[in-house]
């Protein structure tokens, strides 16, 4: 179920076919979904609610092909690893990796070690993975180190180019959105010909925010379905440490196949941000509110031939004008908004460690709301 399965629309730009990052050519999307165990929490044991999300740029077949990226903190409260390089290069030069705080050592060893495969004779020689995190310690035993090498690898081998798993899945399992179940979503906007023609997608593991601020296209969402109608988890947490109510993350993953230069998929990166605000994110002191863009529309070398004295010297690559790199932002926006509404729609009620119960955002309030505020519209 998707924001548009309910008759929800949110902006003014076309989707894609898929409506998902997918939709970018050669982009491709793998989730290893981890849930077992009930009942009190045992650390070591569980309850599981935890998983892995992966993005590759050219897919697995292309994955050691570098493209040009940029990225943004909205708020620090969290991780993406291997951001100094993709500053300092203006490339991404792994596939992206996104699970819960404390595994995110694991699956960028993962990473590592896969980049470095001793039976592939292209392997690389070194790797600093982009590896992104959010918070899952209320539904999951986050101390308990689930995530393993081979759940990495296997979010790697599921990897595909079609429609794309949401909500309860992958990295996103154990996430909580504006006091809801959140977890992954996907959206993508497609620009008119006349302004190029090219693909923006986005990809989010939305696990932020209080419920009092959720906005849907627009409408006071949180404010109608409150915290005394529907119970926030945050409200079923029994301990002295566990953060206030409405905390936790977001991860933006942004493509696009323009042709961008590093500091054009940065500015698209911080775009992302805007998406969020529509949403109702505020970037509080404890959300880690990270964002990465990147444009396969440019070839930059993989390496320097020895053999080949022009890879010593220059090649050349293209970029958008500014006269048409407005429309990239308003898709980047739309994307990462629609993406967080299908990430809230399509998530599933959890039960999580100590029984603490993460509630999806009911589908036939949500369409009342929108329709009563429609209605007051004027259609």
């Given at each position: 179920?998707?924001?548009?399965?309910?008759?929800?629309?949110?902006?003014?730009?076309?989707?894609?076919?898929?409506?998902?990052?997918?939709?970018v050519?050669?982009?491709?999307?793998?989730?290893?979904?981890?849930?077992?165990?009930?009942?009190?929490?045992?650390?070591?044991?569980?309850?599981?609610?935890?998983?892995?999300?992966?993005v590759?740029?050219?897919?697995?077949?292309?994955r050691?092909?570098?493209?040009?990226?940029?990225?943004?903190?909205?708020?620090?409260?969290g991780?993406?690893?291997?951001?100094?390089?993709v500053?300092?290069?203006?490339?991404?030069?792994?596939?992206?990796?996104?699970?819960?705080?404390?595994?995110?050592?694991?699956?960028?060893?993962?990473l590592?070690?896969?980049?470095?495969?001793?039976?592939?004779?292209?392997?690389?020689?070194?790797?600093?993975?982009?590896?992104?995190?959010t918070?899952?310690?209320?539904?999951?035993?986050?101390?308990?180190?689930?995530v393993?090498?081979?759940?990495?690898?296997?979010?790697?081998?599921?990897?595909?180019?079609?429609?794309?798993?949401?909500g309860?899945?992958?990295?996103?399992?154990?996430?909580?959105?504006?006091?809801?179940?959140?977890?992954?979503?996907?959206?993508?906007?497609?620009?008119?010909?006349?302004?190029?023609?090219w693909?923006?997608g986005?990809?989010?593991?939305?696990?932020?925010?209080?419920?009092?601020?959720?906005?849907?296209?627009?409408?006071?969402?949180?404010?109608a379905?409150?915290?005394?109608?529907v119970?926030?988890?945050?409200?079923?947490?029994?301990?002295?440490?566990?953060?206030?109510?409405?905390?936790?993350?977001?991860?933006?993953v942004?493509?696009?196949?323009?042709?961008?230069?590093?500091?054009?998929?940065e500015?698209?990166?911080?775009?992302?941000?805007?998406?969020?605000?529509?949403?109702?994110?505020?970037?509080?002191?404890?959300?880690?509110?990270?964002?990465?863009?990147?444009?396969?529309?440019?070839?930059?070398?993989?390496?320097v031939?020895?053999?080949?004295?022009?890879?010593l010297?220059?090649?050349?690559?293209?970029?958008?004008?500014?006269?048409?790199?407005?429309?990239?932002?308003?898709a980047?926006?739309?994307?990462?908004?629609?993406?967080?509404?299908?990430?809230?729609?399509?998530?599933?009620?959890?039960?999580?460690?100590?029984?603490?119960?993460?509630?999806?955002?009911?589908?036939d309030?949500?369409?009342?709301?929108?329709?009563?505020?429609?209605?007051?519209?004027?259609?």
């Amino acid at each position: 179920m998707r924001a548009r399965d309910l008759g929800i629309t949110i902006g003014r730009g076309q989707p894609g076919p898929l409506n998902a990052i997918t939709d970018v050519g050669g982009v491709t999307v793998g989730h290893t979904t981890l849930i077992s165990g009930d009942g009190p929490l045992v650390v070591g044991q569980g309850p599981i609610r935890t998983g892995v999300t992966v993005v590759l740029a050219r897919g697995m077949e292309r994955r050691k092909e570098p493209v040009f990226a940029g990225c943004h903190r909205l708020n620090g409260n969290g991780e993406l690893t291997g951001l100094e390089w993709v500053r300092e290069s203006g490339q991404l030069t792994t596939p992206i990796a996104i699970t819960n705080t404390h595994s995110v050592g694991i699956v960028r060893d993962a990473l590592v070690a896969a980049s470095l495969d001793p039976a592939d004779p292209t392997g690389s020689y070194w790797s600093l993975p982009v590896v992104g995190e959010t918070y899952d310690g209320l539904l999951n035993d986050m101390n308990g180190f689930h995530v393993r090498a081979e759940h990495l690898h296997g979010a790697l081998a599921s990897a595909a180019s079609g429609p794309v798993e949401e909500g309860t899945v992958g990295g996103g399992t154990g996430m909580i959105c504006h006091e809801f179940k959140g977890g992954i979503g996907t959206a993508s906007r497609v620009i008119e010909a006349a302004s190029g023609g090219w693909t923006v997608g986005a990809l989010v593991q939305a696990n932020y925010g209080r419920r009092g601020w959720l906005r849907i296209d627009g409408v006071r969402v949180g404010e109608a379905i409150p915290t005394s109608k529907v119970s926030s988890p945050w409200d079923q947490a029994d301990q002295p440490k566990s953060p206030p109510p409405g905390s936790g993350s977001i991860i933006v993953v942004v493509a696009t196949d323009a042709p961008l230069l590093p500091h054009q998929c940065e500015r698209l990166a911080q775009r992302a941000g805007l998406g969020l605000a529509r949403m109702g994110g505020t970037g509080g002191h404890t959300s880690g509110d990270l964002f990465i863009a990147f444009a396969t529309g440019n070839y930059p070398p993989q390496e320097v031939d020895d053999e080949d004295p022009r890879s010593l010297g220059t090649y050349d690559v293209r970029a958008v004008g500014d006269a048409a790199i407005d429309r990239l932002f308003d898709a980047t926006i739309e994307s990462t908004e629609e993406a967080i509404v299908n990430a809230l729609v399509a998530a599933t009620t959890v039960v999580g460690r100590d029984g603490i119960t993460a509630h999806a955002l009911p589908h036939d309030r949500l369409i009342e709301v929108m329709a009563n505020t429609a209605d007051r519209r004027g259609g």
